[in-house]
């Protein structure tokens, strides 16, 4: 009867545990976003999933692929498995400890039931039971740290994931501009080699100087080094993207060209309240930051007496064959008392340090938070104006197109000098190589601004591809 009275009283005070609950910090959150559309109550570009927002057959099986094969994220998977044991090692602490041993005899050695006590018996079974009585909460703070850091783990993983998502679509668009800049700069290359060509008979015939033709060459020159500049930063972005899917370099097969990429018309923010819930780093800093506070009660808690209810269980007997029988039972049950004396100093300590931090974690999550906001701002304007911008190039590529055929056509009929056709056409090559750049950029500012948003992707969502199956 002590015992069921001291069980039960222990349960009543486990909701009376020590320290402060959590309670997520004050954060100043506007009505809709600086930079945002206003129209806050349209769904959020965020709310898509993955595979509506990159239409591109072929990105999207790059995705699956590192999804299935990245190793950054096959680690974030084994991390939440991780802290999913260990918060269920913390779970057994609210449980009795049970260990058993035995002996059988060996030779003329003598055996013990208990240090310093000779035994008569040669054969003999033990149980120790071990009960901590959480009287100041320091197992359920404790188990409320492990909980909270299994939820940041998982938080983390689906962070890694939507990094991984991202950074698969930007590597990809980053190798279909160079695919169109590598394309630019090869025909700009043989324009300069017609032109070198030209400026050669025109000198045999005296028509032209030899400093007509040495910048014709110059230029033709810049034009190779260019091509050979983008080769190496195709190969190159095909070797990081191939790390991104978890293989080593291979050669990257592409879908839709840089053009052909779908940007969505409207890319809608949402409410800025709604990133406080959906982004993972900040749930990720929100989860540290409860863990951090559950640790505050459980170092309180170190400072009070532990009770522990003990117990031993055995049978023991001469003969083998008889050991379990009822006379050889034996059982002794107590309570023991362990109270900080001399460390109770060095406790007080302990509990400073996990009350500072708490407020580093405070800190890191409000930093996280304004991290946050900037990066969506910056992606909302980044799509704003690059869509912009690339309209305007386009516009300026069309004009320098026409500049060019005209200083061509004055140039072989000897009405202009060799200097409109070089300034032309090495206008035109930026303003194409600055145009795709733009429009790659374009496509990356959407997909920031889809990680920023918190991204709308689930490991429990399937594909378009998995539903039709």
Not at 121 to 145: K, M, S
């Amino acid at each position: 009867m002590r015992v069921v009275v001291i069980i039960g009283l222990s349960w009543l005070l486990l909701s009376c545990a020590m320290g402060p609950d959590y309670q997520r910090p004050q954060t100043d959150v506007e009505d809709r976003f600086r930079m945002g559309d206003g129209q806050p109550d349209l769904p959020a570009l965020a709310n898509l999933p993955w595979w509506e927002l990159l239409r591109d057959a072929q990105l999207q099986q790059l995705i699956r692929t590192a999804l299935a094969e990245n190793k950054d994220l096959q680690r974030a998977v084994a991390t939440v498995e991780e802290f999913r044991a260990r918060a269920l090692v913390a779970r057994s602490d609210y449980f009795p400890g049970i260990t058993v041993s035995g002996s059988a005899p060996a030779g003329r050695k003598a055996n013990f039931l208990f240090p310093g006590f000779a035994s008569p018996f040669n054969y003999y079974l033990l149980g120790n039971l071990a009960w901590e009585i959480d009287l100041w909460g320091r197992v359920r703070r404790l188990n409320e740290a492990a909980r909270a850091e299994l939820f940041s783990k998982e938080e983390n993983r689906r962070a890694v994931t939507i990094q991984l998502v991202s950074a698969v679509a930007e590597a990809y668009f980053n190798l279909l501009q160079f695919d169109v800049q590598l394309d630019i700069a090869k025909r700009t290359l043989q324009s300069w080699e017609e032109s070198v060509r030209i400026a050669q008979a025109r000198l045999r015939q005296g028509m032209t100087s030899k400093l007509d033709a040495d910048q014709f060459e110059a230029e033709r020159a810049n034009a190779a080094a260019r091509t050979a500049e983008l080769q190496r930063q195709m190969v190159q972005a095909e070797n990081h993207l191939s790390v991104l899917l978890g293989r080593r370099p291979f050669p990257i097969t592409r879908g839709h060209s840089l053009d052909e990429q779908v940007v969505p018309p409207e890319v809608p923010a949402g409410l800025p309240s709604e990133l406080l819930q959906r982004r993972p780093d900040l749930l990720v800093a929100e989860q540290q930051l409860a863990a951090a506070t559950a640790r505050i009660g459980a170092a309180k808690a170190e400072r009070f007496p532990r009770i522990t209810l003990t117990g031993l269980l055995g049978v023991a007997h001469p003969e083998l064959s008889l050991i379990f029988s009822d006379p050889s039972s034996f059982g002794v049950f107590g309570a023991a008392v362990a109270t900080p004396l001399l460390n109770a100093q060095v406790l007080g300590f302990q509990q400073e340090a996990v009350e500072a931090q708490s407020r580093q974690a405070v800190a890191q999550y409000q930093q996280a938070v304004l991290t946050a906001f900037r990066e969506v701002e910056d992606a909302l304007i980044a799509v704003q104006t690059t869509r912009t911008q690339s309209e305007s190039q386009q516009q300026q590529v069309t004009a320098l197109q026409s500049a060019l055929k005209l200083a061509e056509l004055r140039y072989k009929g000897g009405l202009a000098n060799y200097l409109d056709v070089l300034v032309a056409r090495r206008s035109l090559f930026e303003s194409e190589l600055a145009l795709t750049s733009t429009r790659r950029l374009l496509l990356a500012s959407v997909v920031q601004l889809y990680k920023a948003l918190g991204g709308g992707w689930s490991p429990d969502t399937p594909s378009a591809e998995e539903k039709k199956g």
